[in-house]
């Protein structure tokens, strides 16, 4: 049963400083009681979209806390997200090749801690980002596993809290149109995986992004290293 | 449907260094295949508790990781296990003034990391040691909880990890005489929530400790700051 939020509903937001999280929390902002936001510093290489969060938050005046789990990182070994010693793929989300951007465990480990956060709080619900074209690749983005995960959410307390996915069934593409309504800041979002001085352009979440944008038929601000043609355009 | 674990078992262990945890890490070495084991520091104020979890996988000569968790603390804020403002309430655990020493969230975190490292090695299950004797006080101890999380585990990854709590059924006094029959060393243990120099005898889990030992019929070779009667026991 997905959470209903509404205008006496207090969040929390888990936030990447990328351009879903950022869209979900302008509409949690203009939907909801009261937003605090939430982003993690899991060892990824691409940590400086969590500047780009605390910068939106700023902007929006709301409360913004990270949690640090740098101190499990090691753990979680095995992902390009948190080693150096593999690479970022290029290439579109679909492909097979996409799997080294696995985390294990990491979207059960981030909905545990926004949860803990959201009890701790008397809060009544925890929001991501998650939306429809979120992948196959991704065993923890199927919906018989987020059910079940919601579902120990709302016991794990006596005070229950609700996990929300307010995005869960539109597309990317519609988030960028979202965004648009919301007047979000495109520019001041993050989504590269590799981290560099600007968007790559050329990684599984920069294809995407360009994408969404082109789909939405919506000015993509983004600064890119390179534009190749986008397969699933072609 | 709990975990069925055999000789062909590879297990992590989560373990606190406590009694019942270190029964549970001497017992699966005993049956399984493989044991790694996982301590948690989540700036909880007895943290030398990880020093004996570390002195008995020495002695076991197993793989022992710590997940430091202390860049979470600051979201965890309002139990007397992690904050200094609070103090540890002494008395039996069945307690309304024991509900100080809930952590919010604090079983499906752990729950979460430890499933992580099981699925990054590839190991068939995590091991918890939650016991009959685990308290109504703590919403995270719930059968049902603890249902609906097993299940969002095996869902987590295409590499299905179990959940196994080999002790649910049985008492901490059975877990004692279990851990007589293998040889634990009691001595090196620490359960104290105050975190002393030695045990103070009167928190909620030096209460059902020395309770344990009696009603075990076992020697408890604890030192205690003191032993006044145990209500339970009168």
Partial sequence: MPA???KKSRVVAVISGGLDSTVLLYDL?????????????????????????????ARLKI????????????????????????DVPDGHYAEETMKATVV????????????????????????????????????????????????AVSLA????????RPFVSISKADIVRLGVKLGVPFADTWSCYKGGAIHCGTCGTCVERR????????????????????????
């Avoid at 409360?63 to 150096?84: P, Q, Y």
């Avoid at 307390?157 to 929300?164: F, G, P, R």
């Avoid at 000015?219 to 397969?231: E, V």
């Fill in 63 to 86: 409360s913004h806390e990270i949690a640090d789990l740098r101190g499990i990182a090691h753990l979680l070994a095995g992902s390009s997200l948190t080693s150096k010693d593999i």
């Fill in 4 to 6: 209903k939020l509404n």
């Fill in 104 to 151: 294990p465990n990491r979207n059960m480990i981030l909905v545990a801690v926004g949860a803990a956060w959201a009890i701790a709080n008397k809060f009544d619900a925890v929001a991501f980002a998650a939306h429809a074209g979120d992948h196959a690749i991704y065993p923890d983005c199927r919906e018989e596993f987020a059910q079940a995960l919601d579902k």
């Fill in 211 to 234: 994408e969404a944008f082109v789909l939405a038929e919506a000015k993509d601000p983004t600064a890119y290293l390179a534009q190749p043609p986008i397969p699933a355009l072609k």
């Fill in 29 to 57: 902002v203009a939907k909801c009681a009261e937003v605090k936001a939430l982003s993690v510093n899991y060892g990824q290489r691409h940590v400086k979209e969590l500047e780009h969060a605390k910068s939106i938050c």
């Fill in 157 to 164: 307390d006596w005070h229950s809290v609700a996990v929300a």
